[in-house]
C-alpha cells in the first residue's frame, strides 16, 4: 500500500462534521449500483458476443455466473473459501488490535511518537509483496504465513488513522476536561475516542479489503488450500471463467467485511459522513 492510500485513508471526516442530509427524490444507492451493474454486465455480454472474443481470453457474463453457481453447488469452492476467510479475519483482527493499541500509544505518548511511529511508517514503504517470501520461510506454507501477510497489509491504514483521528480532539473539550479535573482515562473515553471513531472506522474499511489482497499474495506464493491457490491452478490450466468465478468470491468477501464495519460505524460513529454513507 503507498503513502498515497494512507493520506486517502486519513481524510476520514471529522467527528463534528453534521450528518448531511439526503436530497428528496434522489435514488438509493443500492438501486444506483445494482442498476449501473446491470449496465455494465450488459455491455460486458454483448461486446463478447459481437466481436467474437474466445472464452479463453475473455468470457461472457453469463459463463461467469453460471461458473460461479456451479463452483458454489458442486462445493469445489467452499473449502478454499473457509481457509482464506479464516486467513483474511484472523490477519484483520490481529492488525486492528495492535493498529488500535500502538496507534493510541504514538498519539498520546510523545517519546512513542518520536522513536516508533517514524519507524512505522518508513516500514510501511517496503512492497509487501516483497516480504511474502520471507514470511513463508519464517511461518511455512502453513496458514500462518498468510494471516501475518493479511495482518501486514491492514496493519498501517488502520494505525495511522488512530493516530490522525486522536489528535483531532477538539482543543475546547480537552480544556474543560482538564478544568475539570478528569483523569487521561476519562478523557479518553469522552473526547478522544469520539473523535477517533470515523476515522478507526475509515481505516479499518480500507485494513479490511487489505487483508483480503495479503491472504491472497500468501497463498499466491505457496499453498495447496486457498482462493488463491485456486486461481493459480485455474490459471495453469487456461481456465480463465474459472478464474473470474473467484475473483467473484474474493470480491464478495471484501464487499461483506465492508458493509458489516459500516452498519457497526452507523451504530456507533453515527455522527460522522463514513457512518451516514452506510444506510445507502
Do not use: C
Amino acid at each position: 500500500m503507498s503513502n498515497q492510500d494512507l493520506s486517502i485513508a486519513a481524510t476520514a471526516p471529522a467527528p463534528t462534521s453534521p450528518r448531511a442530509a439526503k436530497p428528496s427524490g434522489e435514488m438509493p444507492q443500492w438501486l444506483v449500483v445494482s442498476l449501473t451493474t446491470a449496465v455494465l454486465l450488459f455491455l460486458w455480454e454483448a461486446s463478447v458476443r459481437l466481436f467474437e472474443v474466445p472464452q479463453f481470453i475473455v468470457p461472457t457474463p453469463s459463463d461467469v455466473i453460471w461458473r460461479i453457481w456451479d463452483d458454489l453447488a458442486t462445493g469445489v469452492i467452499l473449502p478454499h473459501l473457509w481457509i482464506t476467510f479464516v486467513e483474511v479475519i484472523v490477519g484483520f483482527a490481529a492488525a486492528a488490535v495492535l493498529g488500535i493499541a500502538l496507534g493510541t500509544g504514538i498519539a498520546l505518548v510523545r517519546f512513542l511518537d518520536r522513536t516508533v511511529y517514524p519507524f512505522a511508517l518508513a516500514l510501511q514503504t517496503i512492497p509487501k509483496v516483497a516480504v511474502a517470501p520471507l514470511l513463508i520461510i519464517w511461518f511455512g506454507y502453513g496458514i500462518q504465513s498468510k494471516i501475518v501477510t493479511a495482518a501486514l497489509l491492514a496493519f498501517f491504514p488502520i494505525l495511522v488513522n488512530v493516530v490522525a483521528g486522536l489528535r483531532t480532539g477538539d482543543p475546547r473539550r480537552l480544556l474543560l476536561m482538564r478544568a475539570l479535573r478528569a483523569g487521561p482515562v476519562k478523557t479518553y473515553v469522552k473526547v478522544r475516542l469520539p473523535a477517533m471513531l470515523p476515522y478507526l472506522f475509515a481505516g479499518l474499511e480500507v485494513g479490511a479489503v487489505l487483508a483480503v489482497i495479503g491472504a491472497v499474495v500468501g497463498e499466491f506464493i505457496g499453498a495447496s488450500q486457498g482462493l488463491g491457490s485456486v486461481i493459480i491452478q485455474r490459471q495453469a490450466s487456461v481456465d480463465v471463467t474459472g478464474v473470474f468465478s473467484v475473483l467473484f468470491y474474493l470480491s464478495a468477501m471484501g464487499i461483506l467485511m465492508s458493509v458489516a464495519l459500516r452498519i457497526v460505524a452507523r451504530r456507533y460513529a453515527f455522527w460522522s459522513d463514513t457512518s451516514s454513507q452506510a444506510a445507502n
